[in-house]
């Protein structure tokens, strides 16, 4: 069984493989700070709503998915929500 792992991680180096990333779920606390990144600008409900249900099953998505979303709409016109 060791032979194949170190065969495997030789192919991998020589293919340029990265390891894959472990997919976890969001906590609340980073489902909070999620919804709080997209709320610094007026995006719509379906955005938020569909960047925290990605984050119930893999944080990382969510965040690609918010900051993907957040670069396209640098390109237009932005409008900021300022909070008291």
Known sequence: MAD???LDNRINKQINFEPLEAIV?????ESVILAEKL???AIPLQVLLQALNIAKYDKAAAFRYA???LNDT???KWVIIKTA
């Open 4 to 6: 194949t792992t170190m």
């Open 25 to 29: 779920a969001a906590t609340e606390e």
């Open 39 to 41: 709320r610094q600008v």
């Open 67 to 69: 900051d993907k979303y």
């Open 74 to 76: 640098r390109k237009s």
